[in-house]
């Protein structure tokens, strides 16, 4: 996810009660909230493919060890300069910054882009496939809680109530969008396997905005394919024509495995890689990334194949 819907889950945490464990708790929260992804500043520096590194070991079991001591570390460094009025518990500054740090991979799991949970133990990716990378009804929901809250301990009432009130909705909103998933997962599967294909993967990927509705990806050996799922439209995938070859037996491909560390890197991230062509080059690519089938969205995720990777 984003890090404003990070850092806005960090507070909303905080609101909740946990801000009461300790001093410096809110800051730590936020600050743990978003740390993990330090590494995609940190990757440019010592691998050579930032994009194999990102949402690997600080979004991992590495990470849920390692960045809430630094982030307690950070907060009492400050502390030191700037005493909090409320007294600052290190063991529930810890605390704090466990949480903060385990809602970012928990943030990050819900989309198609995937995190590595495991991480050192496994490089094995998870993807939740329910929401798209930012959702503003989120950060809405999460906006009008943190405002309540500020409101009732205005007036002396009860101020987690209301934070704890919004995450349960949260909670509600991210279970109806697993319903959805499942459900234009299931009836693609067996829509297609009536047609004669025999998918390998299918994936139903929340576009911005309209997060009841799903564009569905699919793929079997050789080829791929797209559909879409509204279910306030129909109880059905209406899918596209076009058949798009999946090519990962290109010879291009095949000479830039395992020479070319672009190449190897994006393999390794890639959920759903394909080789297609624009004005006659081949282009490594995933389809999670195409605007419709065949044509890439954008060239942030194509690595060309005949210059450079061959």
């Known amino acids: 996810m984003d890090n404003l819907t990070h850092s806005l889950a960090g507070a909303l945490l905080g609101r909740m009660g946990l801000k009461r464990l300790t001093g410096r708790a809110m800051p730590a929260l936020v600050i743990s909230a978003n740390l993990p992804d330090i590494d995609t500043f940190i990757a440019p520096l010592i691998v050579a493919e930032p994009i194999a590194f990102h949402r690997g070991f600080t979004h991992g079991i590495g990470g849920w060890i390692l960045m809430p001591f630094v982030t307690a570390a950070l907060v009492l460094l400050w502390n030191r300069w700037r005493p909090a009025d409320q007294p600052v518990r290190p063991w529930m500054l810890l605390l704090v910054s466990a949480i903060g740090t385990l809602s970012h991979p928990a943030l990050d799991f819900m989309n198609t882009y995937g995190v590595r949970l495991l991480e050192p133990l496994s490089d094995r990716w998870f993807y939740g496939d329910i929401l798209f990378i930012i959702d503003p009804f989120i950060w809405i929901a999460i906006i009008v809680g943190l405002e309540l809250s500020w409101r009732a301990q205005r007036l002396g009432r009860n101020w987690a109530k209301p934070a704890v009130s919004v995450f349960a909705g949260i909670c ?81 491909l095949a000479a830039a495995r395992g020479r070319d560390p672009e190449v190897d890197g994006f393999l390794f991230w890639s959920r759903m890689p394909m080789v297609v062509e624009e004005d006659g080059r081949p282009y490594l690519t995933d389809q999670r990334f195409l605007d419709r089938p065949g044509r890439p969205r954008t060239r942030n995720f194509m690595i060309p194949l005949d210059d450079g990777g061959d």
Do not use: C, M
């Open 172 to 252: 509600g909103y991210l279970l109806l969008n697993f319903g959805i998933t499942t459900r234009a997962e299931t009836l693609a599967k067996q829509d297609l396997k009536s047609r004669g294909f025999k998918p390998t993967e299918v994936v139903a990927s929340p576009p911005p905005l309209k997060s009841w509705q799903r564009r569905v990806l699919w793929r079997d050996e050789r080829v791929s394919g797209s559909g879409y799922f509204d279910p306030f439209a129909s109880d059905r995938v209406s899918f596209d024509r076009k058949l798009v070859p999946i090519r990962l037996d290109h010879p291009r």
